[in-house]
């Protein structure tokens, strides 16, 4: 399937790059590489990385400025859907590429590559690199390390196997770069964004099922000077509360009218019910946008009874094994 990919890439004389709304550090990161591969490769093709930026990962490299393009082709990466493409439409190419982790919802591209068992869509461009001729160096390396790293929660997800090692061995012996300058790109932060997160483990609100939530206001985000999508970027960091299964952040965003919703799992799959109010994601992994915070509300209310009825499927496995 890569060589497909190939041969349209040498087809076209411009490329331009996109992914999905709301930039994170595997969307960006697997983006941005892409294009400096292709540029490396190709260098008289006019490769483009379009998004929205963020000034939270400026440091990994900086986007370029949307154009239009009489015939081009357009690559989205780390999104499964038309409605989350970030800025451009696709009606304006004259051929387009997917490449995803995530579960399948719908196709619009001619050509789809789509793994969601690897741990981020970083990986997926890994084995690219790796099992075609394009080029890479150390600071492609660096950016792909930075979004695998990024999605996987250093590597304590599931989606992290054998394999995964193996390509990201290959990478640091072949391009080698310094891992503690890229943590330090991915984690370091202001003291805002440390005092929302105390902020946030005082008042996450824990339901007799095992779901935790916090409701995030215009006022909060004032208060601790940080934007709206501060608090979401912070979802990861809950992972290890004993009594919390199924954890979210529901932050208010005023400039766009509507709640940021980051939900994350270790227990039951969530993104099936995350769909149902407008989401998605993956299984233990996911996010939407509402319009109303009732909305927000509604869909914690359903993760709690899906938290009721895992709990009790847990128990019915336990009382047959006792038996």
């Given at each position: 399937?890569?060589?497909?990919?190939?041969?349209?890439?040498?087809?076209?004389?411009?490329?331009?790059?996109?992914?999905?709304?709301?930039?994170?550090?595997?969307?960006?990161?697997?983006?941005?590489?892409?294009?400096d591969?292709?540029?490396?490769?190709?260098?008289?093709?006019?490769?483009l990385?379009?998004g929205?930026?963020?000034?939270?990962?400026?440091?990994?490299?900086?986007?370029?400025?949307?154009?239009?393009?009489?015939?081009?082709?357009?690559?989205?990466?780390?999104?499964?859907?038309?409605?989350?493409i970030?800025?451009?439409?696709?009606?304006?190419?004259?051929?387009?590429?997917?490449?995803?982790?995530?579960?399948?919802?719908?196709?619009?591209?001619?050509?789809?590559?789509?793994?969601?068992?690897?741990s981020?869509?970083?990986?997926?461009?890994?084995?690219?690199?790796?099992e075609?001729?394009l080029?890479?160096?150390?600071?492609?390396?660096?950016?792909?390390?930075?979004?695998?790293?990024?999605?996987?929660?250093?590597?304590?997800?599931?989606?992290?196997?054998?394999?995964?090692?193996?390509?990201?061995?290959?990478?640091?012996?072949?391009?080698?770069?310094?891992?503690?300058?890229?943590?330090?790109?991915?984690?370091?932060?202001?003291?805002?964004?440390?005092?929302?997160?105390?902020?946030?483990?005082?008042?996450?609100?824990?339901?007799?099922?095992?779901?935790?939530?916090?409701?995030?206001?215009?006022?909060?985000?004032?208060?601790?000077g940080?934007?709206?999508?501060?608090?979401?970027?912070?979802?990861?960091?809950?992972?290890?509360?004993?009594?919390?299964?199924?954890?979210?952040?529901?932050?208010?965003?005023?400039?766009?009218?509507?709640?940021?919703?980051?939900?994350?799992?270790?227990g039951?799959?969530?993104?099936?019910?995350?769909?149902?109010?407008?989401?998605?994601?993956?299984?233990?992994?996911?996010?939407?946008?509402?319009?109303?915070?009732?909305?927000?509300?509604?869909?914690?209310?359903?993760?709690?009874?899906?938290?009721?009825?895992?709990?009790?499927?847990?128990?019915?496995?336990?009382?047959?094994?006792?038996?």
């Amino acid at each position: 399937m890569f060589e497909k990919v190939i041969s349209k890439i040498e087809e076209y004389n411009t490329i331009v790059i996109a992914r999905h709304k709301g930039v994170d550090p595997d969307a960006l990161c697997s983006q941005l590489a892409l294009r400096d591969s292709i540029r490396l490769t190709y260098p008289d093709k006019k490769v483009l990385a379009i998004g929205t930026g963020s000034s939270k990962f400026l440091d990994f490299g900086r986007l370029d400025k949307l154009e239009v393009f009489d015939n081009a082709l357009l690559i989205v990466l780390d999104t499964p859907d038309v409605k989350r493409i970030d800025l451009v439409n696709i009606t304006n190419f004259s051929e387009i590429i997917k490449i995803d982790h995530h579960p399948f919802i719908e196709k619009f591209a001619d050509i789809e590559i789509i793994n969601d068992e690897m741990s981020s869509t970083s990986e997926i461009i890994m084995s690219f690199l790796y099992e075609t001729e394009l080029e890479c160096n150390s600071d492609i390396a660096e950016l792909l390390y930075m979004g695998l790293v990024s999605d996987s929660n250093r590597f304590l997800f599931n989606t992290c196997r054998s394999e995964t090692f193996k390509m990201v061995g290959y990478y640091l012996d072949k391009y080698p770069f310094d891992i503690t300058k890229a943590y330090q790109k991915l984690y370091l932060r202001p003291l805002t964004e440390v005092r929302l997160h105390g902020f946030i483990s005082l008042n996450m609100k824990v339901s007799d099922n095992g779901l935790g939530y916090i409701i995030i206001n215009e006022t909060d985000l004032r208060e601790f000077g940080v934007d709206s999508a501060s608090a979401g970027n912070m979802i990861n960091d809950f992972n290890y509360i004993n009594e919390v299964l199924v954890w979210a952040t529901i932050t208010e965003d005023i400039k766009n009218m509507q709640y940021r919703v980051s939900i994350r799992s270790r227990g039951p799959e969530i993104n099936k019910v995350v769909e149902t109010h407008g989401g998605g994601g993956h299984r233990f992994a996911a996010g939407v946008k509402t319009k109303t915070l009732e909305e927000a509300l509604s869909l914690m209310d359903a993760l709690d009874d899906k938290l009721l009825a895992y709990k009790n499927e847990l128990s019915e496995v336990d009382s047959n094994d006792n038996k």
